[in-house]
T-cell receptor, first 111, second 117 residues
Framework: AQTVTQSQPEMSVQEAETVTLSCTYDTSESDYYLFWYKQPPSRQMILVIRQEAYKQQNATENRFSVNFQKAAKSFSLKISDSQLGDAAMYFC????????FGKGTRLSVIA | GAVVSQHPSWVICKSGTSVKIECRSLDFQATTMFWYRQFPKQSLMLMATSNEGSKATYEQGVEKDKFLINHASLTLSTLTVTSAHPEDSSFYICSARADRGFADTQYFGPGTRLTVL
């Protein structure tokens, strides 16, 4: 069975700085998708970024980028120029049917 | 695009009554929808997978007679909590997987907060 591990329950970052959230996963499949979702205090789950495993190039979406290390089964999220609105729970997820979620990392942004 | 709505956003009911929650994909078709439950400060727990035109697939430990799921069309799935009890109080979230485009991406509704008195 696939598992997703987020080893950092809480993280904090100064506004305008960069922070990296860690995620590792376990799977025997070779082709799959990985996601980062953000859940702000409103509790609406928002897709931040997705990565297709067959693509070697790391996905980027504006200030958000990933470091995808397939051999190491690692999928970290980097947030650059952190903003107050980035404060939220961040969930790493592995695409299966259905999604397999990590336990989440709560990110605080300090003004 | 890829908007999912949920209704109601919050509901308070008396113990023993039933509550229906609707999940709609507004601008895409979704053969498959998912229902999750989330406890405070925890991750999402999958309850069931809802497939249009067929019976839902429930996760182990989820009572299918208590949590009735109906996926009547390609844009609508409903979750009915029957004979609700205080322990059913929780945050319920649905998601929909698009049939086209990024078919492996799930888009989430805003959630429904259920309080059973």
């Amino acid at each position: 069975a696939q598992t997703v591990t987020q080893s950092q329950p809480e993280m904090s970052v100064q506004e305008a700085e960069t922070v990296t959230l860690s995620c590792t996963y376990d799977t025997s499949e070779s082709d799959y998708y990985l996601f980062w979702y953000k859940q702000p205090p409103s509790r609406q789950m928002i897709l931040v970024i997705r990565q297709e495993a067959y693509k070697q190039q790391n996905a980027t979406e504006n200030r958000f980028s990933v470091n995808f290390q397939k051999a190491a089964k690692s999928f970290s999220l980097k947030i650059s120029d952190s903003q107050l609105g980035d404060a939220a729970m961040y969930f790493c997820a592995y695409r299966n049917t259905p999604l397999v979620f990590g336990k989440g990392t709560r990110l605080s942004v300090i003004a | 695009g890829a908007v999912v709505s949920q209704h109601p956003s919050w509901v308070i009911c008396k113990s023993g009554t039933s509550v229906k929650i609707e999940c709609r994909s507004l601008d895409f078709q979704a053969t498959t929808m998912f229902w999750y439950r989330q406890f405070p400060k925890q991750s999402l727990m999958l309850m069931a997978t809802s497939n249009e035109g067929s019976k839902a697939t429930y996760e182990q430990g989820v009572e299918k007679d208590k949590f009735l799921i109906n996926h009547a069309s390609l844009t609508l799935s409903t979750l009915t909590v029957t004979s609700a009890h205080p322990e059913d109080s929780s945050f319920y979230i649905c998601s929909a997987r698009a049939d086209r485009g990024f078919a492996d991406t799930q888009y989430f509704g805003p959630g429904t907060r259920l309080t059973v008195l």
